[in-house]
């Protein structure tokens, strides 16, 4: 079984790939063509402190990041966060000489700065799915022009303005990915569209069931995770083409199956509730009133 290790400084990440010491000890730029790996295994697992952005082409690897799979059949943009595992499965079987970049972001560098947290907020450094960000030839061009003027501000002459000008450039990069992300969503409408059904048969599913009555009302983890996506990716699929959020279509889903049950049944109330999963009667109550400005009863009465 091979061994994990564990990378607390972009020094260390750096001799393991067998390349020389980083000219910053908070960031650098990787030119991926000299990566080295000094073990002949064929799988590799690891955690960093740090993060990491990675364009890479030509990767004759399968990538798991968290708990699903990236292929790297193609050129493609990645995120990865600090204390996130990392396993590389190397096809040894081809011989393929990779290239690309590898950034690597010290969180001290952010220290003191807006993107402290901004960078955090940004879904593609959480996302645990299997695509990464494919980008095209024009992408790619303006992605890489902006990493090497992050590299090319390090390797001057550091003075009180460097920092700040390689925060911009990096906060620039985020935003440009945010933008590739949103784009590739809206490309993939069919494949989206199907997910989306996906979801909704999911939902239906669940309440028809008695699992609500046993497990309660679902979670957006477990929705997800029967979809083999992360939360997070569920959640900007949901925002981008609905304008809403998995909680709220949670709570929608409820409330329809709540008005069925009123204007079809002589169930109670609490009946009701507890067949959809809340602990308690006026849970449903409040969020029926807060969704329809109606209580159930008013609702029952309308069709009486």
Request: glycine residues 2%; hydrophobic residues 35%.
């Amino acid at each position: 079984m091979s061994r994990a290790y564990q990378f607390n400084s972009l020094s260390e990440f750096h001799t393991f790939c067998n390349l020389s010491k980083p000219e910053h000890p908070l960031i650098s730029l990787i030119d991926y063509s000299k990566v080295t790996y000094p073990v002949n295994d064929s799988e590799l697992k690891w955690i960093q402190n740090f993060y990491s952005i990675g364009l890479k082409r030509n990767v004759n690897a399968k990538f798991n990041y968290g708990q699903q799979l990236y292929d790297f059949d193609s050129g493609v943009l990645t995120f990865v966060s600090p204390q996130q595992f990392l396993k590389i499965e190397i096809n040894q079987e081809v011989d393929v000489k990779p290239s690309g970049w590898l950034l690597l972001i010290h969180p001290d560098f952010l220290w003191n700065s807006n993107l402290v947290k901004k960078i955090k907020s940004y879904d593609f450094f959480q996302y645990a799915i299997n695509e990464a960000l494919f980008l095209s030839e024009k992408e790619e061009k303006t992605m890489i022009e902006i990493l090497l003027k992050i590299e090319q501000e390090y390797q001057s002459n550091i003075d009180k303005f460097s920092q700040e000008l390689i925060l911009s450039q990096i906060e620039q990069l985020l935003i440009y990915a945010e933008r590739y992300y949103e784009r590739q969503f809206i490309t993939r409408k069919k494949s989206n569209y199907e997910l989306l059904e996906r979801f909704e048969k999911v939902l239906i599913n669940y309440f028809k069931s008695e699992k609500p009555f046993e497990n309660g009302i679902p979670t957006v983890t477990n929705i997800a995770a029967q979809l083999n996506i992360s939360p997070n990716y569920l959640g900007t699929l949901l925002r981008l083409h609905t304008n809403q959020n998995t909680q709220q279509h949670i709570q929608n889903k409820m409330i329809d199956f709540a008005k069925e049950r009123l204007s079809t049944t002589n169930l109670s109330v609490s009946e009701i509730a507890y067949e959809l999963g809340f602990e308690h009667p006026q849970s449903l109550s409040k969020l029926f009133k807060q969704k329809t400005n109606l209580t159930p009863l008013e609702f029952r009465a309308s069709f009486n």
